[in-house]
């Protein structure tokens, strides 16, 4: 019986000592699998966030330079350069285009005639100068002298920098509608500020073009390497370009190992200056520019997690196994129960110690972290606060632009009154001294006649140029209508243009900010006159109509319409069908927006007859109880 007994509990412990370790590392295994898909995902997050502010601000330091070509190709002095080069010195155009790139910041920038040689630039003074170059075969010339603005970024053929390319056609003649650019101008901006900022962060950067070519990258040595191997036709077609010059464009020996999520990977290298570790692969979109922005996260933090959750799932089970094993000790040895009942408090409070310590670390870690998240939503607050002030701005920039183009018909309206009131005043003078009152009494009447109308015109111009209130109102739509066209009234008597309105008796309100609506409709009043200038007889169509419980104002004229191709575009910030020089494109991209803050919306259609018809909608609103009379007071609001 006490073999037995003794055999019984030899198979016992046999089967708790293959129990216990595996219950251990089966424990161990799936902590350690829990850590690592949080600190996974944790690292995702952060590299979200950091690969999104990483890729605005490099969109945002190239496209600050788009403007710099436009502007340049406007100047008098590289007009009159390059309309006849041979007999004028090149210094003084060198030295400005020297001051323009010191001022803006950018590499170089410099002149090519209409063959593509560059006649001034710079960098005039360096071994290494841009003229007498030749760089036909550069798509920046090819896109700005059929008429566009163009984009390259590659290796420099002189210096062999890296930088980003902005052109914009010279024209010397924009008058004629078969005129061609005579020149291009070129600004060129290198990337190494944009790299030195990247190097500060805990992870790799890197940007990719649609070759998956390597142009930027943190780390110099990832710099001018393929994402992956190239085939031969790649290679020679890139070679063709002589966008990276000879660069051998070596493979990166990046290699996918699993997917985690979208568009991120576990990845690590076979080769190359990063091989020694395994990376989180990241990759965001720039669409303005065809390009790929990948961040690698190294996966340290997420080993040294798990690590830590393996020790401390360890650390438990063992509490427990000890905590069984001093039970069953107890039972067996009750003797000693007071000394292992000891033993078993030190360890339960040094394990207690280390679970205090470690809870109090992670607690500063998540403080650290909201106060972190609440500084980051603190700044896209300011930011969104600064972006509406300019978009206030740009508003009311686009309306007193209109009234520039307006200002020689005010002009001419003014100067007839001011010619009558001199005549009046000579002859009021002489009938005074005639002793012939009643005849100057008429005279000064027709004075104080002629400057009521002179004062209507000022207030008109004063009620236009106002800034918005951004203040909700109730507007008359035909009082709207018929007020935006008083600015117009010279031009159109002039230009002999025929207005038709077609709207029902009864007043149309709707609700919104009367200035801004007033801005929508000046504009395109405008564009219609502009469309229509080269007409024998033009017409210009002011309807209104209520459509399920929604005004719709149409704008239409007789004109030659919009093309096809170009309607989804018509509202596209500087976009615009306009020769060079006529015009930046801001005009109905500002009209949409305002549109979409009054909760409506501007649409664009091609009538079958002829003629663009551009389209207001906005939600009706109920007749106000008190109307006051339609003045051109400062303080009317048309009702």
């Not at 909201?370 to 309306?399: F, G, M, P, V, W």
Request: one cysteine or more; glycine letters at 6%.
């Amino acid at each position: 019986m006490s073999r037995l007994l003794r055999l019984s509990n030899h198979r016992w412990r046999l089967l708790w000592l293959i129990a216990i370790p595996l219950g251990l590392m089966l424990c161990m295994w799936q902590a350690a699998q829990l850590a690592r898909e949080q600190a996974l995902s944790n690292l995702q997050d952060d590299a979200e966030n950091e690969l999104r502010l990483s890729a605005a601000n490099l969109n945002g330091y190239l496209l600050r330079y788009d403007y710099l070509p436009q502007m340049l190709a406007t100047r008098e002095g590289v007009q009159r350069f390059l309309a006849s080069p041979d007999s004028q010195d090149p210094m003084p155009l060198n030295l400005l285009l020297d001051r323009f790139r010191f001022t803006a910041g950018v590499s170089d920038v410099y002149l090519l005639n209409r063959d593509a040689d560059t006649i001034a630039a710079s960098n005039w003074h360096r071994p290494k100068t841009f003229i007498g170059q030749n760089y036909a075969f550069r798509s920046y010339y090819t896109d700005a002298i059929t008429g566009g603005q163009g984009r390259f970024y590659g290796l420099g053929l002189q210096s062999l920098e890296r930088g980003y390319y902005f052109s914009a056609p010279v024209w010397l003649d924009d008058t004629s509608p078969d005129a061609k650019p005579d020149g291009v101008i070129v600004v060129k901006v290198l990337l190494d500020d944009v790299e030195e900022s990247w190097a500060e962060q805990d992870a790799e950067l890197f940007v990719t073009d649609s070759d998956n070519i390597i142009f930027m990258a943190s780390h110099p040595e990832l710099r001018m390497n393929a994402l992956y191997p190239l085939t031969d036709n790649q290679r020679d077609s890139l070679r063709a370009t002589r966008r990276y010059a000879m660069e051998p464009l070596t493979p990166s020996g990046m290699k996918r190992e699993a997917p985690y999520g979208s568009d991120s990977y576990l990845v690590s290298f076979a080769s190359g200056p990063l091989s020694s570790g395994h990376y989180l692969s990241l990759t965001r979109p720039i669409p303005e520019f065809g390009w790929q922005m990948h961040i690698l996260k190294p996966l340290t933090p997420v080993v040294n997690a798990q690590w830590i959750a393996a020790l401390m799932a360890g650390g438990l089970y063992g509490v427990v196994a000890l905590g069984g094993g001093i039970g069953w000790q107890r039972l067996r040895l009750r003797r000693e129960r007071e000394a292992f009942a000891e033993r078993e408090r030190q360890t339960l409070a040094r394990v207690r110690d280390e679970l205090e310590v470690s809870v109090e670390r992670r607690t500063r870690d998540l403080v650290a972290s909201n106060q972190r998240l609440s500084d980051e939503i603190e700044e896209r607050r300011r930011a969104e606060a600064n972006l509406r002030q300019t978009q206030d701005e740009l508003i009311q920039a686009a309306k007193l632009a209109v009234l520039g183009q307006l200002a020689a018909g005010i002009n001419h309206e003014l100067n007839q009154p001011l010619a009558a009131i001199r005549a009046y005043a000579e002859n009021g003078r002489r009938f005074i001294e005639l002793a012939r009152v009643d005849k100057a009494d008429a005279n000064l009447a027709q004075i104080v006649e002629l400057t009521q109308r002179m004062a209507d015109i000022s207030a008109q111009l004063r009620q236009f140029s106002r800034k918005s209130s951004e203040r909700q109102e109730t507007i008359s739509v035909q009082a709207c209508i018929e007020y935006a066209l008083r600015l117009f009234h010279s031009r159109l008597r002039d230009d002999g243009i025929k207005v038709v309105h077609q709207w029902p008796e009864e007043t149309l309100w709707v609700e919104g900010d009367l200035v801004r609506l007033e801005q929508v409709l000046v504009n395109l009043i405008s564009n219609a006159l502009q469309a229509m200038k080269e007409l024998a007889s033009p017409m210009l169509t002011l309807s209104v109509e209520i459509a399920q419980q929604h005004v719709m104002i149409s704008v239409a004229d007789n004109g030659p319409g919009i093309p096809e191709h170009h309607l989804s575009q018509i509202f596209e910030p500087f976009f615009t069908t306009k020769a060079p020089g006529s015009g930046l494109g801001l005009g109905l991209s500002i009209s949409s927006r305002i549109m979409e803050d009054l909760g409506g919306k501007l649409q664009v259609t091609n009538q079958p007859t002829g003629g663009a018809q551009f389209t207001i909608t906005l939600p009706c609103s109920a007749t106000p109880n008190v109307l006051p009379p339609l003045s051109v007071k400062e303080s009317n609001n048309h009702a």
